[in-house]
């Protein structure tokens, strides 16, 4: 069975841009949750879908926003990038939401 | 508000010992916790998931206990190998989401 899949593994961007990740869960998985990992703050979370509907979000400003299509993929938009918006972001998904939780290898997001 | 803590911060052993992390949290109210491997750049690795009606789970050289009234957890690697270095994390599922501790970094030399 394939794993969780992030793309693009790498994005290199400057500050004002905007960027859109894209996750793929494990075949069967409806919950999708979106994590950012920095060395100063660790892994924090963003937010989770379920079905297609935003079910829980983390304390990131409005810049941060996601989706999730009917396939269960999952996609995740930063507006107006700033320098601390620099991490890794990895994803991760589960049957329904507290299950074993499964995480992609992540995209690391660069703002300069 | 929930908080998760990872004692020691990293450690340094010799192949063959075997070793113990812990990992602490404030609120005992959890549905599961999960133990997780990281390399560095890497996403994070499934090691065991213990739900919260359970005391411990093993896989392999791998052995994860919780003791929820207390708030504790410690995850014991038998036979420690240098293919076991990378930084460990425990993680809560509480409410809504995984809350993490802040991971052991963990050397096996040769």
């Known amino acids: 069975k394939a794993g969780v899949t992030q793309t693009p593994r790498y994005l290199i961007k400057t500050r004002g841009q905007q960027v859109t990740l894209s996750c793929s869960p494990i075949s069967g998985h409806r919950s999708v949750s979106w994590y950012q990992q920095t060395p100063g703050q660790g892994l924090q979370f963003l937010f989770e879908?379920?079905?297609?509907?935003?079910?829980n979000k983390g304390n990131f400003p409005g810049r941060f926003s996601g989706r999730q299509f009917s396939n269960s993929r999952s996609e995740m938009n930063v507006s107006t990038l700033e320098l601390g918006d620099s991490a890794l972001y990895l994803c991760?998904?589960?049957?329904?939401?507290?299950?074993?939780?499964?995480f992609g290898p992540g995209t690391r997001l660069t703002v300069t | 508000k929930q908080e998760v803590t990872q004692i020691p911060a990293a450690l340094s052993v010799p192949e063959g010992e075997n070793l113990v992390l812990n990992c602490s949290f404030t609120?005992?109210?959890?549905?599961?916790l999960q133990w997780f491997r990281q390399d560095p750049g890497k996403g994070l690795t499934s090691l065991l998931l213990?739900?919260?009606?359970?005391r411990e789970q093993t896989s392999g050289r791998l052995n994860a206990s919780l003791d929820k009234s207390s708030g504790r957890s410690t995850l014991y690697i038998a036979a420690s190998q240098p293919g076991d270095s990378a930084t460990y994390l425990c993680?809560?599922?509480?409410?809504?989401?995984?809350?993490f501790g802040t991971g052991t970094r963990l050397q096996v030399f040769p």
């Open positions: 609120d005992s109210a959890i549905y599961n």
């Open positions: 991760a998904s589960s049957l329904a939401g507290p299950d074993e939780q499964y």
């Open positions: 213990i739900q919260s009606s359970q």
């Open positions: 993680a809560v599922y509480n409410t809504d989401k995984l809350i």
């Open positions: 879908y379920f079905s297609e509907t935003q079910r």
